[in-house]
């Protein structure tokens, strides 16, 4: 039964390691870009999902209407409604709203497993100017999300010393159940320069540390906290 269970815990680890941030970030505006959404108002910032910088800041065209999608994609993905956030993120892309709308459509449609669409997101993101590691990472996620770890592994292992590399390699060592080199990886990414990165590492060593005050705990049990 273990056996059937693991890569089926393991995949939606993955899973939620990576949008549990993102609901981490979002949950901070939640009132807030409701508030805004009913009254069709514009003027405050979005949290970035790999990057800090603000959504306003972001949108080249399209001004209120852009960033208006902007902010219902987000409420629908606090909401875990990938469906209607795919299709908000899409629409402001439409509108001009630019990297921000094209990170967040690339996670939507990674949620949604339409990896094909959000491989095409990624590539654009690149041509517009994303940082290299951050494209890198984001097409790390979409191989472990389709369960690709030798290609994921291969990716990484041509990638330059960055945390994104780390970050992508904790999360293959978790997937892969080597949860002492995830361990590492993690650390370096603690210590790293990503600011938004080295709160995600230390979200998961804090799950770390809570399963070892547990030494009898199963693998199980270790899977449902890192989630």
Same mark, same amino acid.
């Given at each position: 039964m273990?056996?059937? %269970?693991?890569p089926?815990? +393991?995949g939606?680890t993955?899973? +939620?390691v990576?949008v549990?941030?993102l609901?981490?970030?979002l949950?901070?505006?939640? &009132?807030q870009?409701?508030a805004?959404?009913?009254?069709g108002?514009?003027?405050?910032p979005l949290a970035?999902?790999l990057?800090p910088?603000?959504?306003?800041?972001?949108?080249t065209?399209?001004?209120?209407a852009?960033?208006t999608?902007?902010?219902?994609g987000? %409420?629908a993905?606090l909401? +875990?409604?990938?469906?209607n956030?795919e299709?908000a993120?899409? /629409?402001?892309?439409?509108?001009?709203a630019g990297l921000?709308? /094209?990170r967040? *459509?690339?996670?939507?449609?990674?949620q949604?497993?339409?990896?094909? =669409?959000?491989?095409?997101?990624i590539d654009?993101l690149?041509?517009?100017?994303i940082?290299?590691?951050d494209?890198?990472? *984001?097409?790390?996620?979409v191989?472990?999300?389709? =369960?690709?770890?030798?290609e994921? /592994?291969?990716?990484?292992?041509?990638s &330059?010393?960055t945390?994104?590399k780390?970050?992508g %390699?904790a999360?293959?060592r978790i997937?892969?159940q080597?949860h002492e080199?995830?361990k590492k990886?993690l650390?370096?990414?603690?210590?790293?320069?990503?600011?938004d990165?080295?709160e995600r590492?230390k979200?998961l060593q804090?799950s770390y540390a809570?399963?070892a005050?547990?030494p009898?705990s199963? +693998? &199980?049990h270790? *899977?449902t906290?890192?989630s």
């Amino acid at each position: 039964m273990t056996r059937i %269970l693991w890569p089926v815990l +393991a995949g939606l680890t993955i899973g +939620a390691v990576v949008v549990g941030f993102l609901f981490w970030q979002l949950s901070q505006t939640t &009132e807030q870009l409701r508030a805004q959404v009913e009254k069709g108002g514009s003027t405050s910032p979005l949290a970035q999902i790999l990057q800090p910088s603000s959504a306003k800041s972001e949108v080249t065209s399209g001004g209120d209407a852009a960033l208006t999608a902007l902010r219902r994609g987000d %409420l629908a993905a606090l909401q +875990a409604d990938w469906k209607n956030a795919e299709l908000a993120y899409g /629409e402001s892309v439409d509108l001009g709203a630019g990297l921000s709308a /094209e990170r967040k *459509l690339a996670w939507a449609q990674l949620q949604r497993r339409k990896f094909d =669409a959000a491989t095409s997101t990624i590539d654009r993101l690149k041509q517009q100017g994303i940082r290299r590691e951050d494209g890198m990472l *984001l097409e790390t996620l979409v191989l472990l999300h389709m =369960a690709k770890f030798t290609e994921a /592994e291969a990716m990484l292992a041509q990638s &330059e010393e960055t945390p994104q590399k780390h970050y992508g %390699l904790a999360l293959l060592r978790i997937a892969q159940q080597n949860h002492e080199d995830a361990k590492k990886e993690l650390l370096l990414v603690s210590q790293g320069w990503e600011p938004d990165l080295r709160e995600r590492a230390k979200v998961l060593q804090s799950s770390y540390a809570e399963f070892a005050k547990f030494p009898t705990s199963n +693998a &199980e049990h270790l *899977l449902t906290l890192l989630s």
